[in-house]
Structures are given as C-alpha cells and as structure tokens.
C-alpha cells in the first residue's frame, strides 16, 4: 500500500528560489524586517526605553573595557536571584542591527529574564559598519569573550559561557561557537549565508568580499560539535526562517547537538520577549544547554 505524508508548513517560500529574477526592491525586502514588521517603530521604542531603564537601575558593572575602540566595551549584569550559586552561568548577548546599526545600550532588557534566574547576563558592544569590515567585527566578538575568559572571575563569572545573539548578533553568535570560553550557543533569528546579502541594501556598508562570504558564512564552514540551539519567530521573513533550518539541518547531519526551536507567533523584534521572563521560551532554552 502507498502511503503518502503531507506537512503543512505555514511560511511563505524562500524568495532566494527564484533569487537572480529578483528585481533590486524585492532583494531588499527578502531581508528588510522592519519593512516587514508593521509596529516595528513602536516595539523598537519600548525595548529601547525598557533597556534605558534596566542599565539606570544597575549602574555598577557598565562599560566595561575590552578592546581599544569606542564600541569595544561590555555591560555586565550580575543575576538577580538571592542566594544564586557560584559558577551560575554567562549569558553572553550580542546585539543586532545587520553589524551597521544599534548599540549594546539598546538591549540590556533582554537580561531580564536570565537575571530572574540567577545567571550573569553580559553584553558586548563592537565597531559598526562600513566603519569596520565584518572580518573586523567578528574579530571584536572573539577579543570579548577573550575578556570575558581572562577578566570574568574577577567580575564574579565562574560557570559556563552560553553565547548568544539576535538577528546579525545570531550571526556572530554562531560563527563563535568555537570559541574555547564558550559552552553552548543561542542564535535567534540569525543570517547564516552571507552570499545574497551582498546583493541587497544592506552591502552599501558592509562591502563583503569572496573571502568573508566564504569564511564567515556558518552554513559555509565547518560543524562545530558543542551545542546550538537555534531559534527564530514563526512569523520571521522566510529567508530568515530558511536559514536557520539550513543550519539546524546541516548541524543535525553532522550529530551536532542543539534544538531548533520556532517561537510560536514571534516575529523578529517580538520574538526578544521570549528572554524578558523567567519562564521565557528563550530563557528555557538557554538554561536546557547547560542543564545537569
């Protein structure tokens, strides 16, 4: 007996499919989330005024130096829970804005829910494009948790690094998954080709050569075998969703660990909310990797 299965999958196709028919404005829209999230302004205020407040409220571990440029400096945000263990974990965010917009300063909410259980929640700030080259971005992401290894006990950070990004800080939180402080990663609604980045608005700034489109591309490198788990908004631009089942598939090919994990109805600003709260999708997550 034949017996066939159907999956019903609610995200629109990739736009990549029939990328080279694409005219310039659909490119740019393949990749445009604020074009694509109607209330974007609005959420991106509230984050913004929500992140004001939480680093006024713990002013004590602030920009903290790791490198010689502006940007090159972290906000660390001990946990908030009484009584939390030594060698609580690390979690290490770092931020968004396609590596040419936002700041470290802008994202210091999303501590909030890792803080509420006990973890250490440390942000790195790095050098935006065309300012610096992505080969110099990533370079920054590695000089912090170089710091963060060589500096953190003495900031209180005893216990296990979990890396994390949003958005092209997913990106940065992937390509650095190899990093020897880092336990586990967290990369949420990340860009893991680089290659028809290139061919949208977003290059203007970012110049990307042959060499970085091939050496800092997760999906074009090889597996590192420490767990991922690798998030997204099932609300996401498909090519953002794309990616991260290219990815999980690639890993999961290889017997890499890690989960891909759909925050249901997130798209990508909302799906932050998901590490604002104790008992968060993304907060879970995050302690699932270094559970035991």
């Given at each position: 007996m034949d017996v066939s299965f159907r999956i019903d999958d609610p995200?629109?196709?990739?736009?990549?499919?029939?990328?080279?028919?694409?005219d310039p404005?659909?490119?740019d829209a393949a990749y445009d989330n604020t074009r694509a999230v109607a209330d974007s302004a609005a959420q991106i205020a509230a984050r913004d005024a929500a992140s004001a407040a939480y680093r006024a409220a713990r002013p004590q571990t602030l920009d903290l130096r790791y490198g010689p440029r502006p940007r090159n400096a972290l906000d660390l945000f001990p946990g908030a829970r009484p009584g939390a263990r030594p060698g609580a974990p690390c979690f290490v965010f770092v931020h968004g804005g396609y590596w040419q917009r936002n700041a470290r300063e802008a994202f210091a909410c999303v501590a909030e829910g890792l803080n509420a259980a006990g973890w250490s929640v440390a942000l790195p700030g790095y050098t935006l494009a065309p300012e610096a080259s992505l080969t110099e971005i990533a370079a920054e992401i590695g000089a912090a948790l170089d710091w963060i290894a060589a500096e953190g006990p003495a900031h209180g950070i005893s216990g296990p690094v979990v890396l994390s990004g949003w958005s092209a800080g997913g990106h940065l939180a992937a390509l650095h998954l190899g990093?020897?402080?880092?336990?586990?990663?967290?990369?949420?609604?990340?860009?893991?080709?680089?290659a028809p980045i290139r061919d949208t608005y977003l290059d203007a700034k970012l110049r990307l050569t042959e060499a970085e489109i091939a050496g800092l591309s997760p999906l074009r490198l090889p597996v590192v075998e420490k767990p991922l788990c690798i998030a997204y908004g099932s609300r996401e631009l498909p090519a953002l969703v794309r990616d991260a089942r290219n990815l999980h598939a690639l890993r999961a090919a290889a017997h890499a660990p890690g989960a891909l994990l759909p925050v249901p109805g997130a798209e990508h600003f909302s799906v932050l909310d998901a590490l604002r709260r104790p008992d968060g999708l993304l907060v879970r997550a995050a302690r699932?990797?270094?559970a035991g």
């Open positions: 995200t629109p196709p990739d736009p990549r499919r029939d990328w080279a028919r694409l404005d659909a490119r990093h020897p402080a880092v336990a586990a990663g967290l990369a949420i609604s990340g860009v893991y080709d680089l699932a990797l270094v």
